[in-house]
């Protein structure tokens, strides 16, 4: 059973990056049959897609983010990491990351239990 | 870009059935996939390609997609299906994905 498991800090400065790694246990990260999805939920709001990675590196990142947000995957540590810059208060969220089902349709098979990130100073 | 429309609250008594809508633009061409969020957990995949139902979640749960609108439907609702529920797509046009406001379901 694959499970997914994100880290990193819990409060970050207005204007700082934010950082976080998922690591991933019980699947590899290369297996071909998945993207590797970052998703957030400020609060009182909804679900929002921030960005999907495959393996080899390609990304796909949501428009309205586009320009501050960077995801990697390191393969040696079966891990992907999410870097948002210049952050503010609005960047305050519970950050979950997902498996991607690669398919006729992408979906979430698998989330990790999120973590929440304050960002004040 | 694509938009998914969900009511933000249903409330349906214990024993009865519950339907959740999401409206968006010719979303019966488009697969249509179902989560459930419990608060302080994981969301969980409830249904994908609009009617697939994953093993481990209980037949009450099904879904149609139609038209303009998809609807999640559950069945004899307990107490434990209080949670908020999410639409999702793929917009293939884009590769981006879009998921819906969100539905709270309340268990009067």
């Known amino acids: 059973q694959v499970q997914l498991q994100e880290s990193g800090p819990g409060l970050v400065r207005p204007s700082q990056t934010l950082s976080l790694t998922c690591t991933v246990s019980?699947?590899?990260?290369?297996?071909?049959?998945?993207?590797w999805s970052w998703i957030r939920q400020s609060p009182g709001k909804g679900l929002d897609w921030i960005a999907y990675i495959y393996h080899s590196g390609t990304t796909y990142y949501n428009p309205s983010l586009k320009g501050r947000v960077t995801s990697t995957v390191d393969t040696s540590k079966n891990q992907f990491s999410l870097k948002l810059n210049s952050v503010t208060a609005t960047d305050t969220a519970v950050y979950y990351c997902?498996?991607?089902?690669?398919?006729?349709?992408?979906?979430?098979?698998?989330w990790g239990q999120g973590t929440l990130v304050t960002v004040s100073s | 870009s694509y938009a998914l429309t969900q009511p933000p609250s249903v409330s349906v008594a214990p024993g009865k059935t519950a339907r959740i809508t999401c409206g968006g633009n010719?979303?019966?061409?488009?697969?249509v996939h179902w989560y459930q969020h419990k608060s302080g957990q994981a969301p969980v995949l409830v249904i994908s390609?609009?009617?697939d139902r994953p093993s481990e979640i209980p037949a009450r749960f099904s879904g149609s997609n139609s038209g303009n609108t998809a609807t999640l439907t559950i069945s004899r609702v307990e107490a434990g299906d209080e949670a908020d529920y999410y639409c999702q797509v793929w917009d293939t046009r884009s590769d981006h994905v879009v998921f819906g406001g969100g539905t709270k379901l309340t268990v009067l």
């Open positions: 010719n979303v019966g061409s488009k697969s």
């Open positions: 019980g699947d590899s990260i290369t297996r071909g049959a998945y993207y």
């Open positions: 390609y609009n009617r």
């Open positions: 997902a498996r991607v089902k690669i398919s006729a349709s992408l979906h979430f098979d698998n």
